[in-house]
């Protein structure tokens, strides 16, 4: 017998897929809401800024680098990934499961320009960190006054 952990935040996305289904149902689907339409968790991210860049940390424990997905167009940062169930583990039986599994998707859009050439992403104990430079135009100039 498996037991698995309700998760009303899964309720939730599904909620939301479904009326973003409602109001994009005229539109072609875009490879994106594909993947936002298959995820079954989103990740837990930390977004800071300061003068040069904005830093995203992104906590996906048990995943492998290879399972996760980046992509950045028209100024929007996306990260997919899955995380592999236990029970694609044969021969376990399963007495508490409150991690979450399956596919996750994760989006965001800056609010000024940034430089897609220099982002930059690592991989540590679980965290993925993602750095992305500002543009040279959005940030901010000191004037003198003569």
């Not at 977004?47 to 492998?64: C, M, N, R, V």
């Not at 021969?91 to 991690?99: P, S």
């Not at 220099?118 to 991989?123: E, F, L, N, P, V």
């Amino acid at each position: 017998m498996t037991l698995t952990r309700w998760n009303p935040a899964t309720e939730f996305n599904a909620l939301q897929r479904e009326v973003n289904r409602l109001f994009n149902g005229i539109s072609p689907k875009t490879r994106q809401s594909e993947e936002y339409d298959s995820a079954v968790w989103t990740p837990m991210v930390d977004i800071t800024e300061d003068a040069e860049q904005y830093s995203l940390h992104f906590d996906i424990p048990g995943i492998e680098k290879k399972d996760v997905k980046m992509n950045f167009a028209d100024n929007t940062l996306t990260v997919s990934g899955d995380r592999a169930s236990l029970d694609e583990q044969k021969g376990l039986t399963c007495h508490r499961v409150e991690r979450a599994f399956g596919k996750f998707y994760r989006s965001f859009t800056f609010p000024t320009m940034v430089n897609a050439e220099k982002i930059s992403a690592g991989y540590k104990d679980g965290v993925l960190t993602v750095t992305v430079p500002k543009a040279e135009e959005s940030k901010p100039k000191q004037i003198t006054i003569n």
